[in-house]
């Protein structure tokens, strides 16, 4: 019962020492003073100074007041208790709620060249067609084309990590593209070669000088280029 301030046992120790305070303040003050030395100290000196015949005129609205004000306290601290629950409760549905789409929905994983398979390479007016079969029984959620300083062009394939079964209609897991080398060199560095996945897990699908038949129409017409 230390958390009870000693300000308030004092204001309770005449009701006490009179035998008038209510059976709640009762409890309040012996608990108190079961572990307050200073406040024991206070009620020997009102035993030791006070005659039983000049006991003091009680007031027993200050009973009232002192319980009043301890209740106050309470309902306050159990206020600042709740909203301290509700912003950690924010903050932890916060981080689940980014958990989730850091899991699910955040492309960060590159796919392998392991099961990845690209045929039908061509060219039609300075684009390089491809065909990419990925057979590794998942999705891809995006193709991202990243050109290196050395002229070397990468296609990867990216998808969260917690990956998706691959499903009709696929998306880039079984999908035709390509890549316009005109738009790609308009920053004065040329393409040197296209290659499928990262610079540490790469297969080739283009390089400069390689002999490539005309695209077919039926792909052209894919992209409504014909």
């Not at 000049?54 to 007041?65: A, L």
């Not at 684009?127 to 990925?134: E, N, P, S, T």
């Not at 917690?162 to 560095?189: H, V």
């Not at 699908?205 to 409504?224: A, C, H, N, Y």
Request: glycine residues 6%.
């Amino acid at each position: 019962m230390r958390d009870v301030p000693c300000r308030v046992i004092e204001d309770l120790l005449p009701l006490y020492h009179d035998d008038v305070c209510s059976e709640e303040s009762r409890t309040l003050v012996e608990g108190h003073l079961s572990q307050c030395e200073a406040c024991r100290n206070e009620l020997q000196r009102m035993r030791a100074g006070l005659p039983v015949e000049e006991k003091v005129t009680v007031d027993r609205n200050s009973d009232d007041r002192v319980m009043k004000k301890i209740a106050s306290s309470w309902k306050k601290g159990r206020t600042r208790s709740f909203w301290k629950g509700m912003l950690l409760a924010a903050i932890l549905l916060g981080c689940l709620a980014l958990s989730y789409e850091g899991l699910f929905n955040w492309e960060i994983v590159d796919v392998g060249t392991q099961d990845a398979n690209i045929t039908q390479v061509s060219l039609h007016e300075g684009k390089i067609f491809y065909h990419l079969q990925v057979d590794d029984g998942y999705a891809i959620q995006s193709l991202i084309n990243n050109k290196k300083e050395d002229g070397n062009l990468y296609v990867t394939a990216k998808r969260p990590v917690i990956k998706r079964k691959s499903e009709a209609p696929y998306i880039f897991e079984n999908t035709y593209e390509f890549i316009d080398l005109s738009w790609q060199n308009e920053d004065g560095k040329e393409v040197k070669a296209i290659y499928f996945g990262t610079p540490d897990d790469r297969k080739l699908i283009w390089k400069d000088g390689m002999d490539l038949p005309q695209t077919e129409k039926s792909v052209l017409e894919r992209f409504g280029m014909e």
